[in-house]
């Protein structure tokens, strides 16, 4: 455009919005700013958010039907330009009032992103100027040349990716130096004097001269240009190489600009030259690049594919160049859309990213710091996708990319990039993503060694607080999580206040050191930020040590109880975690958590001392008579670990000797390793005198002969005497009068010690039938004698277990383990496993229905029609749907099965409701999309075609199997031609009091069934058919149905029975049996009235 433009003053102001009046496509959002040439506004498009640049026309006359051809060509030349973004359209409005440049919107500029955090490190700088060069390498190939390249149209979108926008092709080409008016107008939008236009750009006044006067003529044109202007106003590639070091100067020196106005035209005449912002870049191979861009010869400025070559391992990364240009530029076409398909094509590329970008020496730097790598770029990828992801698998995926970049990548990263999307994730909608990203937060804390200035108290005002409400969370599973980790969260909040007390206490001691008053008075006292860390982190250890559910508190202990100890101290250890952990010896249902009590209080006792050891010896005993063997076999193991630590005093360690002597006879294996193992430590532990006389006593009665070497296990193992058998002892452990039992036991003892002349028979009938019991099964006068040993241990373990019992009532509903459907308001739905289809009739098919047709109508009511039935009948009167085979053309006339494929649509219609379920045949195709569709589906979905075609191929290839086995059975005994039913009787059955409507033999052929109107259903044995017993009696009748039983079937390997009636109620029935058919039991299972089928 002219430059005659900057003089022209509006005759009339409009605001942006209303020239969106005219326009139906695009709706008006927000001014991003107006200036005398351009007001620009933010619209809103059906494909997303719009740039719209709107310039006010004063003249109607004005001609701009060039600016547009060539708009548009340009478009077209910058189509395959991955780092350009042209505008898409340009048009003029109907009313003639203005003329509109319409470009996609990204939100960050360069100058914006170089003052946001977070800010850019070293190797994304060198990123964005790589690809600044590359879109002007790019344009140029292309034959365009931009015109106005600043900091403001480089654009950076949210993952890092360069575009170069606003080509300013239609902007004068040559300003008047004396004149700032046309720089003011078309160039210094954003009013901070920046230049960044080439010094030849600007030429001596006196040339435009000549067309002020031409101006003068009101026929002349005021902005086309003749062609000889148009020739001497052409840009040169070099212009744009001006451009773009100012650009690149001004990135890597923290938004200092190199020029303003008045600078560039100083040094346009040599005047001046910007060594003082220059200096400030640090890395020399880009300082030098700098220098050489802005040369004042436009002849000494290299070509943008010549810079980029020259730099290519100095500047430049080879990293850039060989995998991250072609891999990121993937990402920037329009196929990948979502955030979802990002991460998974990332996961997916995963040890070919790590390969490439930490198998090369990337960048070293000339003060010796440590080499940086690009995984910060990908990082960058990564954490643009994290907010707008929406499904769970995605984000588990991104988590999972997350923890694994996370020992690859430095401090700052992790703490300014990372944890903050952790944090957003842990307020996610989804469980499994509420826990696996605080599983993630910790270990990518843990890997932090040193804690940055501006991060001292990112725990207590950050971190905690923001995961704080996940102690009370409504989700199990984040909860575990929760407890999981709080010990190595709180390990790591004391890490980090070790690291910044040690860096105050450095700075203090260091002279030279002016930040100490910055540092050290904002982080206060030690002691006082320890006290405020140890209440946040109680405050959470105390939630969850009271939460509803057991394997929370189990796992809190089985995860770093010890570490918590050593967080906490001495003192609170005490009276924090032990007093919350003793209460779960409260519970009598759930033994996993009393055994985790065990497994964990060695370590609680062993920080806290010899002193805790009067508080735990109840405990501990109470562990020894446990009702559940497992509980008991860790209390033996903590009271050896405690006793190898000295924790347990000298009374207390022969006390519990005692108790554990009787178990050398138990008959559990672990228990009696356990306390070999108890006992060869405390022998181990005491002298030789209290070996021989305070512990030997208590061993004498279970040894066959005395030992020295206690010591040792397998010395002590070696003259064990045989345990109580198993079956004797489990039966007198049940027996309800366990007391009067051990009372009897005793007196016969005696007798046979001689103390009693006579012991008599007991009086009580139950406990003489169980001293029948037991020795019926073996029991001898030495197992008598081993049992009276454990008699304490014993009548303990059966009170627990009545106690566990009795609870166990009281809480019925919640210990099934039971999943209740119908509370949680699930759907039922249902899946057809059988397509019906329409096979061709070979000759054994003709030969069932010839067989079949001789039967008599009555037969086939009662036994079933051998016929299968056809497609025709399966499908619903009325239908005119097709059944298409699998691979086919649609009008095939094959009779292939109907396969399922495992289609990527998300609508699967072969699951329905049950409650609206209507008689219809779903046709699907087997064509199988492309891969980069079947990406788009969520995963559980899939997984659910996935879980039917499994299903139905199982159920057919047992269908075809039974099919196989009774074609097999009918083909083994042809029967002679000629043949024909005799009718001979086999037996009579006249249990049925009615007509029996239906007859049904079970797949082992053991059983049959038979239902008849007289309302009952009987099971029979088969093998009393063969003549082997004189009555024919059935082994089972149920008559709970109601209504004339008309129809019954077999199900699942005969394990249940259907059965239905005429008023309309369909049972299911359970038939138990130990041995079929000996002793089989029936009973209803499930039961639906007409009005719920």
Known sequence: MGNQLAGIAPSQILSVESYFSDIHDFEYDKSLGSTRFFKVARAKHREGLVVVKVFAIQDPTLPLTSYKQELEELKIRLHSAQNCLPFQKAAEKASEKAAMLFRQYVRDNLYDRISTRPFLNNIEKRWVAFQILTAVDQAHKSGVRHGDIKTENVMVTSWNWVLLTDFASFKPTYLPEDNPADFNYFFDTSRRRTCYIAPERFVDGGLFATELEYMRDPSTPLVDLNSNQRTRGELKRAMDIFSAGCVIAELFTEGVPLFDLSQLLAYRNGQFFPEQVLSKIEDRSIRELVTQMIHREPDKRLEAEDYLKQQRGNAFPEIFYTFLQPYMAQFAKETFLSADERILVIRKDLDNIIHNLCGHDLLEKADGEPKENGLVILVSVITSCLQTLKYCDSKLAALELILHLAPRLSVEILLDRITPYLLHFSNDSVPRVRAEALRTLTKVLALVKEVPRNDVNIYPEYILPGIAHLAQDDATIVRLAYAENIALLAETALRFLELVQLKNLNMENDPNSEEIDEVTHPNGNYDTELQALHEMVQQKVVTLL?????????????????????????????????????????????????????????????????????????????????????????????????????????????????????????????????????????????????????????????????????????????????????????????????????????????????????????????????????????MTEEEEDKLLALKDFMMKSNKAKANIVDQSHLHDSSQKGVIDLAALGITGRQVDLVKTKQEPDDKRARKHVKQDSNVNEEWKSMFGSLEPPSMQQALPKGSDQEVVPAGKPPRSESSAAVCVPLSTSPQIPEVTNVQNRKPTIQVLSSTILPSTYQIRITTCKTELQQLIQQKREQCNAERIAKQMMENAEWESKPPPPGWRPKGLLVAHLHEHKSAVNRIRVSDEHSLFATCSNDGTVKIWNSQKMEGKTTTTRSILTYSRVGGRVKTLTFCQGSHYLAVASDNGAVQLLAIEASKLPKSPKIHPLQSRSEGQL
């Open 546 to 778: 009271s939460d509803p559910e057991n394997i929370v508190k189990q796992t809190l202990m089985e995860n770093g109880i010890t570490r918590l100890c050593v967080f906490f101290g001495r003192q609170k250890a005490n009276d924090v975690l032990l007093s919350h952990m003793i209460t779960f010896l409260n519970d009598k249902n759930d033994w996993h958590l009393r055994g985790a009590f065990f497994d964990s209080i060695v370590g609680v006792a062993a920080y806290v001392g010899w002193q805790s050891s009067s508080i735990l010896k109840p405990l501990l005993q109470q562990g020894l008579s446990d009702a559940e063997e497992f509980v008991i076999v860790k209390a033996l193991n903590a009271l050896t670990c405690m006793c190898q630590l000295g924790l347990l005093q000298k009374p207390h360690v022969y006390e519990f000797a005692s108790d554990i002597a009787p178990f050398l006879c138990h008959p559990n294996l672990w228990i009696r390793y356990g306390a070999v193992g108890f006992i060869t430590v405390v022998a181990h532990q005491i002298s030789t005198a209290d070996v021989y006389c305070k512990l030997m006593p208590y061993l004498d009665p279970y040894i066959t002969q005395p030992i020295i070497q206690i010591e040792r296990k397998l010395v002590l193992l070696s003259v064990l005497k045989e345990p109580v058998s198993r079956s004797i002892f489990d039966y007198a452990l049940r027996s309800k009068d366990i007391t009067s039992l051990f009372r009897h036991l005793h007196m016969r003892q005696k007798k046979r010690n001689g103390s009693l002349p006579d012991c008599p028979p007991p009086e009580d009938p139950a406990i003489a039938q169980l001293l029948k019991k037991l020795l019926s099964q073996g």
